[in-house]
């Protein structure tokens, strides 16, 4: 399609610059003070990294529109036939609490699918970044192909320090012992395309700004990325769905959303 890879670069710019804000706006106590809406927690940093995210992806095309959290209008209705769809701050509590495990991260939406996706880790200055069709890189460089070890095997990763609720499960039904601890669902899928983790199992709602970026880094490289039930997340209707499956290997994924519906 024409002009993805110039809105790809510009997504990967956006990001950049943001994150850099991000870490600038951390040493203001006012900018990380926030309530939680549920099992989301909201600080003020989200809405004004949305609106510096928001301004910069307009530049590069003011009739792409934005869809976004932080903008519950843009949520009404139908979605657009081409659009950004971002999450201004991917681990939000991790980053109000001091933690490194946040990312801000933008997907160019095309129909039903992201044809382009721009994911950066501020902290350790990690841009993420793949188009459709052309595989993934991190900071530049390809991704490899993910290995695809079987069931069991490889690392398995959540963002607690030791595995509880469905991550303990997977692990004591599977036999993994290899464990990760990671930050947001994001980075978590980018570690699996990056080859440090192998699968990430997740049973609340996730949503599809948490997912749509680092789902096409993962598929990129030979990686899946399904609902908890092993549906793919279409990207229409609902932004919400019910858990989640990240997987270096396909069929383990398919494998963990059998156990998962027993």
Known sequence: MNGVHALAEAAEQAVTEVGALLRQWRTDPSVLGGVWEGSQFKARADALAHRALAERLASADESIPVVSEEDPASLVGERPPRYWLIDPIDGTASYAHGFPGYVTQAAL??????????????????????????????????????????????????????????ARRVRDHFGYRGYLESGSISLKLCRIAEGTAHLFVKDVPVRDWDVAAPALVLEEVGGSVTRLDGAGFGYRGSYEHAGLVGAADPATGRAVSRWAAL
């Open 109 to 166: 939406m095309v129909g039903t699918r992201p044809e382009a996706a721009a994911v950066h880790a501020p902290e350790t200055a990690t841009l993420f970044t793949a188009v459709r069709g052309h595989g993934a890189r991190r900071d530049g460089l390809p991704l490899e192909r993910c290995a695809a070890p079987p069931p069991g095997t490889g690392v398995l990763t959540d963002n607690t320090p030791e595995p509880e609720g469905i």
